[in-house]
C-alpha cells in the first residue's frame, strides 16, 4: 500500500479528533451511557473522499451492535462531523465504521501468557 500524503494524513488526523467529540456529543442518545467509544484510527483514501473510521469499544459485551448503532444514525453523524470540519477541507467524506479490536486481542494475549507463567512456576515448585 502506498504511503498516505501529507494532506490525507492531515485530514484523517482532523476527522479523528472531531469525530471523537462527535462521539461524546451524540454517543449516549444512540447507544447509551454504559458503552464507551474511542476513535483509534482513521484512513483516507488518496482522492480524500472516503475515510475508515476504526473504533474501539469498551464496557460492553456485544461490540457489533454499537456499531450497527452507530451505521443506523450515519446521517445525523455525518451531519454532526460536517459542521466541525467543514472550514478545514473543500468536501466532508463520506465514512464507515468499523470494529478495531486490538486492544481486546492485547488482552486476550496478557492473558494467555499469564495463564502460561502461573502454569510454568507452579511446575517449578
Given amino acids: 500500500m502506498a504511503k498516505e500524503s501529507k494532506r490525507q494524513l492531515q485530514i484523517s488526523e482532523v476527522i479523528r479528533r472531531n469525530f471523537s467529540i462527535v462521539l461524546q456529543q451524540e454517543g449516549g442518545y444512540i447507544y447509551g451511557t454504559e458503552a464507551l467509544v474511542t476513535v483509534t484510527t482513521v484512513k483516507v483514501t488518496p482522492d480524500l473522499s472516503l475515510a ?4 474501539s469499544v469498551y464496557n460492553t459485551e456485544d461490540k457489533e451492535a454499537i456499531i ?3 451505521e443506523e444514525e450515519y446521517a445525523r453523524l455525518k451531519q454532526a462531523l460536517a459542521s466541525r470540519i467543514k472550514k478545514q477541507t473543500r ?4 465514512f464507515s465504521m468499523y470494529l478495531d479490536d486490538t486492544l481486546d486481542e492485547m488482552y486476550k494475549l496478557n492473558h494467555v501468557f499469564d495463564n502460561l507463567n502461573k502454569e510454568k512456576k ?3 515448585e
Avoid at 91 to 94: C, D, G, L, T, Y
Wanted: proline share 7%; charged share 30%; aromatic share 8%.
Fill in 68 to 70: 450497527l448503532l452507530l
Fill in 91 to 94: 468536501r466532508i467524506p463520506n
Fill in 122 to 124: 507452579s511446575e517449578e
Fill in 52 to 55: 475508515k473510521i476504526y473504533l
